[in-house]
């Protein structure tokens, strides 16, 4: 649920004219206004919708107003659903906490102030949409974590197939020349040698091209266009996509550390996701730094992402994108996701000043 979504907002009372009293109160507030004419039939829209304030007269025939209250606590859909009673007799301390008990969140005396009815609703109506949010942004987060577990265990089994298949075979032919030496003539030594030798070259470049995946040297020595720069001629010689780099100003300075980090991993999950969805052909990458903020933009040429894939919306996103998402927040800045026709834009919009981390964006 987003904060411009609207919410279900259910008003109950035996009296039509009350009930079109208030809905005339309550318009201006943009939600969604219900009316039930009964207790039964409040009982009915709340089976059947999501209802985020009950707002109810206390005095109906049948069933009043604390008996509605108490049966709706029952069901566990609703043990949290904000209940305002309307009274329109004098209640005593006693009635108000008999309605407080049976579920009541606030009382509202007739005559009713407008003012007054439309903001303890307001109130009521956000906190439910702040919660549904926060809901969501926790089952996204387990969702999340679950496939960044399945990940690093994919990718612990392709780094451990590397060492076994190429880096252990290499090593394990390496010995077998060196333990047959000492049989062989002399004269064959260099040659054995020799080989082993172009093994264990082979060897290492393996073990630097792993070391460099995980974290480029350039990242540290050279900082992060350096890095950027490496890691896009890397892109462009293993996957063919035509890549490059854009500087605004074109001598754009060192960032902290911890800045550096951040956007070079942002780039590689964009780029690592342009790679395996989008069928592009060009990817483009460009650092702006403004007056009051840092814009990193990763542009492709590919098929583009899907409306929900855009708006990030909870199940629609995979671990890159999650992951580029969870790395943007940690240093206070916004992700957006945008159609290019053709292609893809992600934006990282970083503020210059961050109040509890002013150091991380600071010019190193």
């Known amino acids: 649920?987003?904060?411009?979504?609207?919410?279900?907002?259910?008003?109950?009372?035996?009296?039509?004219?009350?009930?079109?009293?208030?809905?005339?109160?309550?318009?201006?507030?943009?939600?969604?206004?219900i009316q039930a004419h009964s207790a039964r039939e409040a009982l009915e829209q709340l089976l059947k919708i999501e209802v985020a304030v009950v707002l109810m007269d206390v005095s109906m025939p049948e069933i009043d107003g604390f008996e509605l209250a108490e049966t709706i606590r029952q069901h566990p859909r609703f043990q949290r659903t904000a209940i305002i009673f309307i009274s329109g007799v004098h209640l005593t301390d006693v009635d108000r906490l008999k309605g407080y008990q049976r579920g009541a969140v606030d009382y509202i005396s007739v005559p009713v102030v407008p003012e007054l009815l439309?903001?303890?609703?307001?109130?009521?109506?956000?906190?439910?949409?702040?919660?549904?949010?926060?809901?969501?942004?926790?089952?996204?987060?387990?969702?999340?974590?679950?496939?960044?577990?399945?990940?690093?265990?994919?990718?612990?089994?392709?780094?451990?197939?590397?060492?076994?298949?190429?880096?252990?075979?290499?090593?394990?032919?390496?010995?077998?020349?060196?333990?047959?030496?000492?049989?062989?003539?002399?004269?064959?030594?260099?040659?054995?040698?020799?080989?082993?030798?172009?093994?264990?070259?082979r060897v290492i470049q393996q073990v630097r091209s792993i070391s460099h995946l995980l974290h480029p040297p350039l990242l540290d020595e050279g900082g992060l266009l350096s890095a950027l720069r490496w890691f896009l001629e890397g892109i462009t010689d293993r996957t063919g996509i035509d890549t490059s780099l854009e500087l605004q100003p074109t001598a754009f300075p060192r960032l902290a550390p911890q800045l550096e980090r951040?956007?070079?991993?942002?780039?590689?999950?964009?780029?690592?996701?342009?790679?395996?969805?989008?069928?592009?052909?060009?990817?483009?990458?460009?650092?702006?730094?403004?007056?009051?903020?840092?814009?990193?933009?990763?542009?492709?040429?590919?098929?583009?992402?899907?409306?929900?894939?855009?708006?990030?919306?909870?199940?629609?996103?995979?671990?890159?994108?999650?992951?580029?998402r969870e790395r943007t927040r940690e240093i206070g800045g916004e992700l957006r996701i945008s159609h290019a026709n053709p292609g893809t834009i992600v934006e990282v919009i970083i503020p210059a000043m961050i109040a509890s981390s002013r150091e991380t964006f600071a010019i190193a």
């Open 1 to 33: 649920m987003s904060q411009h979504e609207k919410v279900n907002i259910l008003m109950v009372d035996d009296q039509p004219s009350k009930l079109l009293t208030y809905e005339v109160i309550l318009a201006e507030l943009g939600e969604n206004l």
């Open 118 to 201: 439309r903001a303890k609703v307001s109130v009521f109506a956000e906190l439910y949409r702040k919660n549904v949010q926060l809901e969501s942004l926790v089952r996204e987060l387990h969702q999340l974590s679950s496939r960044l577990m399945t990940a690093q265990d994919e990718e612990r089994r392709r780094f451990a197939r590397d060492l076994h298949d190429g880096i252990g075979q290499e090593l394990a032919a390496a010995k077998i020349l060196l333990d047959a030496l000492p049989r062989q003539p002399v004269a064959r030594w260099e040659a054995g040698i020799a080989e082993a030798s172009e093994i264990v070259d």
């Open 262 to 324: 951040t956007i070079f991993r942002i780039v590689q999950e964009a780029l690592t996701n342009v790679f395996r969805h989008s069928q592009a052909q060009k990817a483009r990458v460009s650092l702006v730094q403004r007056e009051n903020s840092l814009l990193l933009t990763v542009q492709d040429n590919g098929i583009g992402v899907t409306e929900q894939t855009a708006q990030l919306r909870p199940g629609s996103i995979g671990v890159g994108i999650g992951g580029m």
